[in-house]
């Protein structure tokens, strides 16, 4: 199977190497793409340089379009791509686990995996915004995740077409699962290790109640759909 790795990228030119470095060495036959969502730094000029695909918008559009485009590549430019990992170029998640997120994917265990988090080594802040969105999205819809909001995600191209257009924003994760679900595609979780900058928090206050308000919608048209 051939795999295609998707890295958005926002003023990443302190890791941009880095990650595209590992991604060659856990995933050396893979197809590589950076999609640069209007970065103001060298993370286009150094992406470029580490030889791999680059894909720029010219204003920064949100990580929900940046996936879009990276997705509506792989489709359209490289149909002999069968899984897609998507994997942030923050250096929050380790890329030496990506070869974790694929496993299951080759094996044909699942076609959408998403890792999740040790919540005892989460800030405590997000640990309990996630306690709760978890809460809710697995009554909501009737699941047992253990995460809903990591963004280590690995899909197949069949899953990728049936999901459709990401929506952007914070609710990235849980709208992806939500669609997941609707088309039921196997879903399976893995444990991933994540690291936090200190003073990342920011914006959290509309980030929770912007996730939510969107779980609990979703959710209830969800549960209506079932009737």
């Given at each position: 199977m051939?795999?295609?790795?998707?890295l958005?990228?926002?003023?990443?030119?302190?890791?941009i190497?880095t990650v595209?470095?590992?991604?060659?060495?856990?995933l050396?036959?893979?197809e590589?793409?950076?999609?640069d969502?209007g970065s103001?730094?060298?993370?286009n000029?150094l992406?470029?340089?580490?030889g791999?695909?680059v894909?720029?918008?010219e204003?920064?559009?949100?990580?929900?379009d940046?996936?879009?485009?990276?997705f509506?590549?792989f489709?359209k430019?490289?149909?002999?791509?069968?899984?897609?990992?998507?994997?942030?170029?923050?250096?929050?998640?380790y890329?030496?686990?990506?070869?974790?997120?694929?496993?299951?994917?080759?094996?044909?265990?699942?076609e959408f995996?998403m890792?999740?988090r040790?919540?005892?080594?989460?800030?405590?802040?997000?640990?309990?915004?996630?306690?709760?969105?978890r809460?809710?999205f697995?009554?909501?819809f009737?699941?047992?995740?253990?995460?809903t909001?990591c963004?280590?995600?690995?899909?197949?191209?069949k899953?990728?077409?049936?999901?459709?257009r990401?929506?952007?924003?914070?609710?990235?994760?849980?709208?992806?699962?939500?669609?997941?679900?609707r088309?039921?595609i196997?879903?399976?979780?893995?444990?991933?290790?994540?690291?936090?900058?200190?003073?990342?928090?920011?914006?959290?206050?509309?980030?929770?109640?912007?996730?939510?308000?969107?779980?609990?919608?979703?959710?209830?048209?969800?549960?209506?759909?079932?009737?």
């Open positions: 051939k795999i295609g790795v998707l958005p990228a926002y003023n990443e030119e302190k890791n190497r595209i470095k590992d991604v060659k060495k856990y050396p036959n893979s590589i793409l950076v999609v969502d103001t730094d060298r993370t000029e992406a470029r340089q580490a791999v695909t894909l720029r918008h204003i920064n559009k949100g990580k929900g940046a996936l879009n485009t990276g509506e590549y489709l430019q490289h149909p002999e791509v069968d899984i897609v990992v998507v994997a942030d170029t923050d250096r929050q998640y890329i030496d686990e990506i070869v974790k997120i694929v496993k299951p994917l080759q094996e044909k265990k699942a995996v890792g999740y040790n919540w005892k080594k989460v800030p405590y802040a997000n640990a309990m915004g996630n306690f709760v969105w809460i809710l697995n009554l909501f009737n699941t047992n995740l253990k995460d909001n963004g280590y995600i690995g899909l197949t191209r899953a990728i077409k049936k999901i459709g990401v929506r952007g924003g914070y609710i990235i994760e849980n709208a992806m699962l939500g669609d997941a679900i088309n039921e196997k879903i399976k979780q893995i444990p991933v290790s994540v690291k936090y900058r200190k003073g990342r928090v920011s914006h959290f206050t509309r980030m929770f109640f912007g996730i939510l308000i969107f779980i609990i919608i979703e959710g209830i048209k969800y549960r209506l759909s079932k009737i």
